[in-house]
């Protein structure tokens, strides 16, 4: 295996322990989230898989002396000559290197807005409490009790009262 493929397997074998395919997989919400980000996982585990398969073996060396035998030396000499003046291409990543630092500002940005997305949540979870909890006493409070935890409505009424501004 070339010295670039066996690096690339490596990295994406090690990539795929790293990733928590289960954790994020709890955090979508919706079917068609849900069918993508499978679709997902399933071409990554595809793509590696070859890379760990197809394209990590080396290739069988050829027994020159064995086809010298058989065809003769001048033919197989050659052969020989014309694989050994096969160059092949190494692989220059141009990519990575344009598309890793948008990939950092991404995962950056995903972790503001999980942030925020917590913080929204236990905010929102909160007020659900606080309105279950007033739904409870709905029916027993005062309208001095409802008045202590808002005091901002007190002052609307008061003064709507004082104005003799009744909505209509």
């Known amino acids: 295996m ?3 493929v066996k690096k690339v397997a490596d990295a994406s074998f ?11 997989a709890k955090l979508l919400v919706s079917d068609e989230a849900r069918k993508e980000f499978f679709t997902l996982r399933r071409t990554f585990d595809e793509v590696n898989t070859q890379l760990q398969t197809k394209f990590s073996q080396e290739p069988e060396p050829i027994d020159w002396e064995y086809y010298r035998k058989g065809i003769g030396n001048k033919v197989v000499d050659m ?6 003046g096969v160059v092949v291409p190494k692989y220059v990543d141009n990519v990575t290197p344009e598309y890793k630092p948008k990939f950092e500002a991404l995962l950056v940005e995903l972790k503001e807005a999980e942030q ?4 929204e949540s236990e905010r ?4 659900i409490a606080d309105v279950q909890e ?4 709905l029916s ?10 808002h005091p901002e409505l007190r002052k609307k009424f008061d003064d709507e ?5 009744w909505g209509y």
């Open 2 to 4: 070339s010295g670039v």
């Open 124 to 127: 929102l979870e909160k007020e």
């Open 161 to 165: 009262i004082r104005n003799d501004y």
């Open 116 to 119: 925020q997305s917590l913080k």
């Open 140 to 149: 027993t409070m005062t309208a001095d009790e409802y008045f202590e935890k």
């Open 14 to 24: 090690k990539a795929s322990r790293n990733i928590d395919w289960e954790g994020m």
């Open 79 to 84: 052969y020989k000559e014309a694989y050994d």
């Open 134 to 137: 007033l739904k409870k006493k």
